[in-house]
C-alpha cells in the first residue's frame, strides 16, 4: 500500500535559519507527491508537488522539496525560515489513478524571533 | 481558498441528531473529496466522487453519507451523530488527471457533544 511518513511531530526553528521538514514514503512505482500547508483555522493550501522530472521542485512562500528515490524521500525546505511560517505541514502521496492521497500525520513547525 | 467553500464553518450538536456539512466549488472540477482531520492522524478520505453519478466510500465512510446534487456541489451527512465524529472536515476538489492538485474548502469544525 502507498504511504507517507513524517517522522517528527514538532519541528523548532530560529526565524533565519534554514527549515526542512521530513517526510518518507513507500510506494509501488513512480510516486506523485505533495506538500501542503495549513494555517491556523485556515484550510490546506498547496505548496509544491514532485510527479517527475527534475529532483528538486520549487514552490510557493520560497519552499522547495527534494526527491530522491534511493532514499525514498521528499523532504521540505526553505533557506530562510520566517515567523509567519509556523504552520502544520502534510507531506502525501496519490494512491491511485483516481486521485486519491494518503496523508502523513503531520509536522507542526514552529519558528521563533 | 475561495474557489471552494463549505457551510458551515463551526457546528456544535448533539449525540444522536443528523448534520449536513455543504461544499460547493467554482473551479470546475469534476473530482470532489469529503476528509476528516484529526490530531496526529492526519487527514482521513471519508468519500468521493467523479461526477453526479460517482459516488465511492474512502478509508473511513461509516457513519457518514454524501450526496452529489450538481458537479459543483458535495454534501456529507451525518446521519445520528456520535462524540467520536467530532473533528475538523475538508472538502477537496480535483482536477481528472492523477496527478493533478487537490484544493481544499477552509473546513467545518464539528463538535458532538
Known amino acids: 500500500a502507498q504511504s507517507v511518513a513524517q517522522p517528527e511531530d514538532q519541528v523548532n526553528v530560529a526565524e533565519g535559519n534554514p527549515l526542512t521538514v521530513k517526510c518518507t514514503y513507500s510506494?509501488?512505482?513512480?510516486?506523485?507527491l505533495f506538500w501542503y500547508v495549513q494555517y491556523p483555522n485556515r484550510g490546506l493550501q498547496f505548496l509544491l508537488k514532485y510527479i517527475t522530472g527534475d529532483n528538486l521542485v520549487k514552490g510557493s512562500y520560497g519552499f522547495e522539496a527534494e526527491f530522491n528515490k534511493s532514499q525514498t524521500s521528499f523532504h521540505l525546505k526553505k533557506p530562510s525560515a520566517l515567523v509567519s511560517d509556523s504552520a502544520l505541514y502534510f507531506c502525501?502521496?496519490?494512491?491511485?489513478?483516481?486521485?486519491?492521497?494518503?496523508f502523513g500525520a503531520g509536522t507542526q513547525v514552529v519558528v521563533t524571533p | 481558498d475561495a474557489d471552494v467553500t463549505q457551510t458551515p464553518r463551526n457546528r456544535i450538536t448533539k449525540t444522536g441528531k443528523r448534520i449536513m456539512l455543504e461544499c460547493s466549488q467554482t473551479?470546475?472540477?469534476?473530482?470532489m473529496y469529503w476528509y476528516r482531520q484529526d490530531p496526529g492522524l492526519g487527514l482521513r478520505l471519508i468519500y468521493y466522487s467523479f461526477d453526479v453519478k460517482d459516488i465511492n466510500k474512502g478509508e473511513i465512510s461509516d457513519g457518514y453519507s454524501v450526496s452529489r446534487q450538481a458537479q459543483a456541489k458535495f454534501s456529507l451527512s451525518l446521519e445520528s451523530a456520535i462524540p467520536n465524529q467530532t473533528a475538523l472536515y475538508f472538502c477537496a476538489t480535483g482536477g481528472l488527471a492523477g496527478g493533478d492538485t487537490q484544493y481544499f474548502g477552509p473546513g467545518t469544525r464539528l463538535t458532538v457533544l
Open positions: 473551479k470546475g472540477h469534476d473530482r
Open positions: 502525501a502521496v496519490l494512491t491511485d489513478s483516481w486521485g486519491k492521497l494518503q
Open positions: 510506494v509501488s512505482g513512480n510516486p506523485y
